[in-house]
């Protein structure tokens, strides 16, 4: 093969994957439980709840959601909720790798007041 016909086919390889990758803002939201004015405390700042998935001819081998990645973010920081929180949805190769990400401030809420 010439050298120039390897360059064309990296070039078109190249232009695939890239053209194939997207990542769209999946929302915002002052915190994902109801609060009072003065009723939790912050006890962890910027937590990020990601999950993932795979897909083959980008059919995904198990579900994900949004949920689960809010799940996630709580359980790992001992929180009960997250505020000023934003979410990502990252698709790589027209599906066939899936993430979602939420990043937020882990919350406490204070119980009875």
């Not at 915002?28 to 912050?42: A, C, G, H």
């Not at 689960?68 to 990502?88: F, W």
């Amino acid at each position: 093969m010439s050298k120039s016909v390897l360059i064309l086919v990296f070039a078109g390889i190249l232009a695939v994957c890239i053209a194939g990758c997207q990542v769209q803002p999946g929302g915002i939201t002052s915190s994902t439980i109801p609060l009072n004015d003065d009723n939790y405390t912050v006890i962890q700042k910027d937590v990020v709840g990601k999950v993932w998935n795979i897909g083959i001819l980008c059919f995904p081998l198990w579900p994900i959601s949004a949920y689960d990645a809010l799940q996630k973010a709580k359980v790992d920081n001992g929180a009960d909720g997250l505020i000023n929180v934003s979410a990502n949805d990252v698709i790589i190769l027209w599906g066939c790798y899936h993430q979602i990400e939420i990043r937020g401030d882990a919350i406490k809420v204070k119980k009875g007041n």
